[in-house]
């Protein structure tokens, strides 16, 4: 694993190995929490975290990802202005591999944690002549805990977003619509089995797992997958 203060390599963890040299592996950027200020025109406090995505292409990394969980107030004007300063930073970032927001799982008004939410963050980017080089990256865990059905999930967001390049399968400790992003190994938390392997086969694209635990319980999640269809 490498490390920075912006992001971190996961390996695509279904095949058991990164390939040589980190082929399929994944970067993810730092959370922009701290990173969205109050005024609408100043987006250049982005380019930090999506300067990632340079490193990410120099390590080559397949994607760069984007957790979405800043809490923008309940006024769809705030989302618009927020997600509006997004795209522009999109547009001024060299994407040099595909760059993947992610759902989050806390924040009443996060940006990416609703349906709706996701779909104003969505409109925002399209208007964007990146856009095409912008995917998405669904978290099983996040979902859950963000108040997003199982059963509904992906048909949901595809048709919002036209995509899903990623998935984090990750069980949750705590109930539905909690807010609480806390993952837990597989069968082990609070999504049922069959909705929970469903939604990662719907989506129909590479998976990381990101639970706790070392080699033994790693190896017991991928063995879940493996029993359910996956990988």
Not at 68 to 83: C, E, I, N, Y
Not at 172 to 200: E, I, K, T
């Amino acid at each position: 694993m490498v490390a920075d203060e912006y992001f971190w390599l996961r390996v695509k963890v279904l095949e058991g190995e990164a390939p040589a040299p980190f082929g399929d592996a994944f970067a993810a950027m730092r959370d922009l929490r701290s990173d969205l200020s109050s005024d609408p025109t100043a987006w250049e406090d982005l380019e930090v975290p999506l300067g990632a995505v340079h490193r990410a292409s120099e390590l080559y990394a397949a994607y760069a990802d984007l957790p979405l969980s800043k809490d923008v107030g309940g006024k769809p004007v705030a989302l618009r202005s927020k997600a509006q300063r997004l795209a522009k930073a999109i547009e001024a970032t060299e994407l040099k591999v595909p760059l993947l927001i992610e759902n989050t799982a806390g924040g009443d008004n996060a940006m990416a944690r609703r349906l709706d939410r996701i779909a104003g963050v969505w409109e925002a980017i399209s208007q964007s002549d990146k856009a095409g080089n912008v995917g998405f990256c669904l978290d099983t865990c996040h979902a859950w805990a963000g108040g997003i059905d199982l059963g509904t999930a992906v048909e949901q967001i595809k048709a919002i977003t036209g995509r899903i390049d990623l998935v984090h399968a990750n069980d949750s400790r705590d109930g539905f619509d909690s807010g609480a992003d806390r993952h837990a190994n597989f069968g082990a938390g609070q999504l049922p089995p069959d909705d929970f392997a469903a939604v990662v086969k719907a989506a129909g694209s590479p998976v990381v797992c990101e639970t706790p635990g070392g080699v033994e319980e790693h190896q017991a999640d991928l063995d879940w997958l493996r029993a359910h269809g996956i990988g």
